[in-house]
């Protein structure tokens, strides 16, 4: 088989499927945690370097910024399904023209948010009511970070390209080259050029470069994967495939991120004390959910690799193991945030003003609330990845509506009976009303593979 040639990848069609699907993940998660680490600290420095007002700036804009970072994770992830599949089937040749094809629309693609997201900045801003205290600093973060979505494209397609493989470990090392090199970057530009917040900006923009030329290297040393010219151009009907598996992932994304975008703009109306304390327990949402995110990137390529493979059986028994573990491991992160959120939330804030002392007990409470759920967002993330793995983009999105319309219901209407209560009781909200979706969907693809074993 040549896919045993490269040592590197995983054949996720044989074994055990709880012990691959835990073996995969654990690479991944440990990338999520060096990026999560170099998330945390973007913030620590800008906080402690610059105060609690840049904090807030951080946070005014945390929601348009993931929007983006989230289309482009969807376009990528959607157009990796195909490859996984051809993988699983063994079908070299066709590897070779659905990658070719990924590249060139991720290509498109990176050029046209690039170029929305730039010009988009001022005008979003406003909607999101952002403080004039602390506009012009979130205005200059957003034009250093959107100017570097091709690199953020770069690193996210080249790590969905390896994982479709199997391959979790390379997209590791790729993250820990780029975790170091941005919190040196950080250091020097904020606390030794005094950059401000256009240097830690910067400095996640370089390290996002460096690990994905880092993945795409490793790429072009794959012995199954020979991209020719041709390649590019030679099938009908292809675009359209990976069209219909990306777009509705991102339009998920997008819908997910506008509905936190709304709740966003109605956490601005607040002091400056709650919207830092807001901002802090959401820089660490990532590492909330990092190992469901690895489960779910897990369930993609385990799912698509033995559906090209036609193994029914193996599907229904790795997504009964996944959410078994899931559950499981939500549960403990979330008790572990419970006992140490206080000390990890305080990091976040410097000074021991009035102001500061709120600011820290309206992040912790936050973040007691959501651990106290874990379980759900696991559920959630490893469900949705499932149907994904399938080919099944449109429930996902359906499940993004889902959670548009709960979130943007409890911030616009609930929270005028509730105030601040009903701003971070409509995060759980939306991973309850998209779990209802996901599961509904979920059973209809399982009872449709019942037919087929």
């Not at 034009?143 to 770069?154: D, E, N, Q, Y």
Request: with cysteine; aromatic share 10%; proline share 3%.
């Amino acid at each position: 088989m040549i896919a045993r040639m490269d040592t590197k990848v995983r054949n996720m069609t044989e074994g055990d499927p709880l012990k691959l699907i835990i073996f995969f993940s654990l690479p991944l998660m440990l990338g999520n945690m060096f990026q999560q680490i170099y998330t945390v600290t973007d913030a620590l420095i800008v906080s402690r370097s610059l105060g609690v007002n840049a904090l807030a700036a951080l946070g005014t804009c945390d929601w348009y910024n993931w929007m983006m970072l989230s289309i482009v994770q969807a376009v990528t992830q959607g157009f990796a399904v195909i490859p996984a599949m051809d993988f699983g089937a063994e079908d070299y040749e066709h590897l070779n023209k659905s990658t070719a094809y990924t590249v060139k629309l991720s290509i498109i693609t990176a050029v046209l948010l690039t170029a929305f997201a730039l010009f988009s900045i001022k005008p979003m801003l406003g909607l999101l009511h952002a403080p004039e205290a602390v506009r012009p600093a979130a205005e200059e973060y957003l034009r250093v970070i959107f100017s570097g979505i091709p690199a953020v494209m770069l690193l996210n397609l080249t790590s969905s390209i390896l994982r479709a493989f199997g391959n979790s470990r390379t997209p590791l090392t790729g993250m820990v080259i780029s975790s170091l090199m941005n919190i040196i970057l950080d250091l020097i530009f904020v606390r030794v050029f005094q950059w401000g917040i256009g240097g830690a900006a910067s400095a996640t923009v370089l390290s996002q470069l460096a690990a994905g030329l880092f993945c795409m290297y490793e790429i072009t040393k794959l012995p199954f994967l020979k991209i020719r010219k041709e390649d590019f151009f030679r099938e009908k009907g292809l675009t359209m495939r990976l069209l219909k598996l990306c777009v509705p992932m991102a339009l998920m994304n997008l819908l997910i991120s506008v509905g936190g975008m709304v709740v966003q703009s109605v956490v601005n109306t607040f002091d400056v004390a709650h919207i830092a304390g807001y901002t802090a327990t959401n820089k660490l949402y990532g590492a909330l959910e990092m190992a469901a995110v690895a489960y779910g990137y897990a369930m993609v390529t385990y799912i698509g690799q033995n559906a090209g493979a036609k193994k029914y059986e193996r599907i229904r028994k790795g997504i009964r193991a996944s959410l078994t573990v899931s559950v499981i491991t939500g549960a403990v992160i979330g008790i572990l945030m419970i006992i140490f959120g206080k000390e990890i939330t305080g990091a976040f804030m410097s000074g021991e003003g009035a102001e500061t002392i709120e600011a820290g007990k309206t992040a912790y409470d936050f973040l007691v609330l959501m651990s106290s759920f874990l379980p759900v967002l696991y559920v959630l993330h490893t469900v949705r990845s499932s149907l994904q793995g399938f080919g099944n983009t449109v429930m996902p999105m359906v499940s993004g509506i889902a959670e548009f319309i709960t979130r943007i219901s409890m911030a616009l209407f609930a929270a005028a009976v509730l105030g601040w209560n009903a701003v971070t009781w409509a995060e759980i909200a939306a991973w309850f009303a998209a779990d209802i979706i996901l599961f509904t969907a979920l059973y209809a693809e399982m009872k449709k593979i019942r037919g087929l074993s």
